[in-house]
């Protein structure tokens, strides 16, 4: 009778300990973690900025040769087929701005959220941060392990001068 009531006993604490060990491992922080990366890109501050201050450039350069065009379709005005080359010239200079912009920019960005991410990590005792879009690279990832709102409050943070 008092054999079982021990092995009762222990079997209670056994219970208890390994309830308790499971407890602690479901609330601890997961050390592999996802962002939504064209979330965090479109979200980023330095995007926005960058994507403003490249309007404006845009803008004028789209202006300058919308005025080519309208000058090439007045009908009184004089050279008309230099002004044709001049208005080719700007047309392919203004795309060329375009895909330029948008590669370099958009590499200085990405270099710049990789940074913080490696910060980020570290803050948060994060092992691994997967970069997904929506149906690519993650089959499936539960919402807990999604932290893109708390990476993008981060690198906004630290891109303003925060710590």
Request: net charge neutral; glycine share 4%; with cysteine.
């Amino acid at each position: 009778m008092k054999k079982d009531r021990v092995a009762y006993g222990v079997l209670i604490g056994v219970i208890v300990f390994l309830t308790v060990i499971l407890f602690c491992f479901k609330i601890s922080k997961n050390s592999l973690v996802y962002v939504q990366s064209s979330t965090v890109f479109e979200s980023f501050n330095m995007m926005k900025e960058m994507k403003k201050a490249g309007e404006k450039e845009l803008r004028d350069r789209a202006n300058k040769v919308d005025s080519l065009y309208y000058l090439l379709n007045m009908p009184d005005t004089p050279d008309k087929e230099k002004l044709t080359m001049i208005f080719i010239e700007e047309k392919k200079q203004l795309e060329a701005f375009q895909q330029e912009f948008v590669n370099v920019e958009s590499e200085k960005i990405r270099s710049r959220i990789s940074s913080y991410a490696k910060d980020f990590a570290d803050a948060n005792g994060y092992e691994l941060i997967l970069a997904s879009q929506p149906n690519v690279n993650i089959l499936y990832g539960d919402n807990s392990l999604d932290v893109t709102k708390e990476f993008i409050d981060y690198i906004n943070k630290k891109y303003e001068g925060g710590n």
